[in-house]
């Protein structure tokens, strides 16, 4: 059972969908070395003015850097699987005995604490969380966090539960098929990750308050009919009326 028993003891836990977190999962980061402050400006420039809507008194956050750019030859141990405030994914906190770096990836489906987790050019092997060129990947393999353009960093299939899977091959592109279903060309030379994104059920979450999306950086939204004239183009009118759908300013 992947969700939490709730006893509604307020109506608006009647229609809560919370999952169950994970039996090795950390709420506080293991790297403090590698998180980071993340200025909020609330949606509002440098003139203090309001540029993009509904943001702001969001809870405080840090940021995670993300080894994005897993292309060099390295042998990993994989010490946690953490909560990421930024994303909707979970990550993980590796070491490297050689080098005696930390870093953080993106966790993949399965992984945990105590397995290894290898990227670069020499290894063949085909495990999960192991970062290699596409070219070493043979078709119908899924992959995730696969970069665009070669020695770049990953930028497609990042989010929670997404993956790409390896339709056709040739010396120089490779053929993919996203999670959106739509097929793209990349090179052979760019990297990938094999396996899915974790926690893939995150899109069963609802928020079930206000409250909470409130928590989440997120301000009410109101409707330009239920504004007064001089509000919004659409305000105004006698009982309930329906609007063109137009910005504050009129344009469609």
Known sequence: MIFKKIVPKTPSQRNLVKLKKLNNLQKYPLLKSNTSRKKRHSGKNNQGKITIFHKGNGHKQKYRTIDFLRTKNSIDIVLSVEYDPYRTSYISALFNPTNQVYTYILTPKNLIPGDIVKSGTFT?????????????????????????????????????????????????????KLNSGKLKYVSTNCFATLGVVSNEYKFLNTLGKAGRSRW??????????????????????????SGMKVTPWGKH
């Open 124 to 176: 063949y092997e085909l495990k999960l969380g192991f970062s290699l060129p596409l070219k070493n990947i043979p078709v119908g393999s899924t992959i995730h966090n696969i970069s665009i353009k070669p020695n770049s960093k990953s930028k497609l299939n990042r989010a929670a539960g997404t993956y790409a899977k390896i339709i056709k091959k040739d010396l120089k592109k490779v053929l993919l």
């Open 216 to 241: 989440l950086n997120k301000r009410p939204t109101v409707r330009g009919v239920a504004m007064n004239p001089i509000d919004h183009p659409n305000g105004g009118g006698e009982g309930k009326t």
